[in-house]
């Protein structure tokens, strides 16, 4: 079965910082998607980012954007000019045939 | 809606009561799931329902649990006599079709406490 693992149950980074969450999943397919949700205190979970396996170039979304090594099978998130309104559980999630796979999150804090 | 609704909002009940909760998908959509959120863990899956076809119950995690979707749109999810560790979020989402990069769209959830 799918597994997808995220090593950082809570980060914190300075507002206007860089900051970058870990995501590893374990497949033996060669096609299928991953995601970045965000969920903030009101507990709608909102898409962030989006990358197929397929595709070579990372995908970026604003100041969000991804480290995909398909190789490594690793799936990192990058926030930059992190915000005050960024600070909420990310989850990483992996999809080939559904449903979707989540890891069990990581909660960034962002301090002024 | 212009999005993905569910009631209650929060749900107390004692140990042994039957819940029921809901979730209206957005119109159109033909995928919808149903996910468990403990605290401290991730979403697992409970079950997944696609247009017309038999529902993948394969995340449900006892036979005290069961959910139905009445004409494609509105589904409830039942849980028969609740236990302590029943007590989560139960997370709605909808999307258009069921190919894998479908975005899913979420509801605010049901927080269910069982006393």
């Known amino acids: 079965a799918q597994t997808v693992t995220q090593s950082q149950p809570e980060m914190s980074v300075q507002e206007a910082e860089t900051v970058t969450l870990s995501c590893t999943y374990d497949?033996?397919?060669?096609?299928?998607?991953l995601f970045w949700y965000k969920q903030p205190p009101s507990r709608q979970m909102i898409l962030v980012i989006r990358?197929?396996?397929?595709?070579?170039q990372n995908a970026t979304e604003n100041r969000f954007s991804v480290n995909f090594q398909k190789a490594a099978k690793s799936f990192s998130l990058k926030i930059s000019d992190s915000q005050l309104g960024d600070a909420a559980m990310y989850f990483c999630?992996?999809?080939?045939?559904?449903?979707?796979?989540f890891g069990k999150g990581t909660r960034l804090s962002v301090i002024a | 809606g212009a999005g993905v609704s569910q009631s209650p909002s929060n749900k107390v009940t004692e140990k042994g009561k039957d819940v029921e909760l809901r979730c209206d998908p957005i119109?159109?959509?033909?995928?919808l799931y149903w996910y468990r959120q403990s605290l401290g863990q991730g979403l697992e899956f409970l079950i997944y329902?696609?247009?017309?076809?038999?529902?993948?119950k394969s995340g449900l995690p006892s036979d005290r649990f069961s959910a139905e979707r009445t004409g494609g749109s509105v589904s409830t999810l039942t849980i028969q006599r609740t236990q302590q560790e029943d007590s989560a979020v139960y997370l709605c989402?909808?999307?258009?079709?069921?190919?894998?990069?479908?975005?899913?769209?979420f509801g605010s959830g049901t927080q269910l406490s069982v006393l």
């Open positions: 989402a909808s999307s258009l079709g069921a190919e894998g990069w479908e975005k899913l769209f």
């Open positions: 497949t033996s397919e060669s096609d299928y998607y």
């Open positions: 990358q197929e396996a397929y595709k070579q």
């Open positions: 999630a992996y999809i080939r045939n559904t449903p979707l796979v």
């Open positions: 119109s159109g959509h033909t995928a």
């Open positions: 329902f696609q247009g017309n076809s038999a529902p993948d």
